[in-house]
Structure formats: C-alpha cells, structure tokens
C-alpha cells in the first residue's frame, strides 16, 4: 500500500514558477515509477510527466523545457518544478504511483492539488 500526499499548489502569475511535490508512505518508494497528472475544469485527466524507478524522465509535449520532473529516494519524495506558467496550466494536478508504467489507470493517486495561473 502507498499513500500520497500532494503540497505546493497555489495562486501564481502568468510567467512565473510553482514547485510541486509529492510525499509517499511506505519503505518501497525506490521500486514505484512515479508521476504526475493534471485535470482542468470540464476536461479529463491528463499525462504531465513521469519518471521511472531509475530515473528515467518523460513529459507532455505542452510541458517540455518549462516543467521539470525528479525524484529524492531518501526523502520518499517526487517533484513538478513548473517554470514559465501559463494560464492553461491552470488545473488541479495529481501525483500517481505504479510498479509498473505511469498512466491514467495507475495504482495510486494522491488527492491533488490546485493550481491557479492568472494572466
């Protein structure tokens, strides 16, 4: 069982930079592909990006070079460094846990956390 806890959301302006992060439970976080998802109002849930046990890293195409994905296997901690924000990046954003590959139907979801960027 791993629980997640998303922080960091917030109210930022347009062009400027929030840092998400996500705490896991649990003794097993070095084996979890980890990653993170965002849901605008009215929309799906979609990919942002996603890093493998290994430290293996990969994003959405709408988030290349402004969004930066890590890891702290000593922390039990995943990061979402999101630079250059746009109003569209406005969403609650999720963070998810799998043994296996990151994707909408992952084993474990945090509760998400809000993120506003005003133009």
């Known amino acids: 069982q791993v629980q997640l806890v998303e922080s960091g959301g917030g109210l930022v302006q347009a062009g400027g930079s929030l840092r998400l992060s996500c705490a896991a439970s649990g003794r097993t976080f070095t084996t979890y592909d980890m990653g993170w998802f965002r849901q605008a109002p009215g929309k799906e849930r979609v990919f942002v990006a996603a890093i493998t046990w290994d430290g293996i890293t990969y994003s959405a195409d709408s988030v290349k070079g402004r969004f930066t994905i890590s890891r702290d296997n000593a922390k039990s901690t995943v990061y979402l460094q999101m630079n250059s924000l746009k109003p569209e990046d406005t969403a609650v954003y999720y963070c998810?846990?799998?043994?296996?590959?990151?994707?909408?139907?992952?084993?474990?979801w945090g509760q998400g956390t809000q993120v506003t960027v005003s133009s």
């Open positions: 998810a846990a799998d043994k296996v590959v990151i994707t909408t139907t992952s084993e474990y």
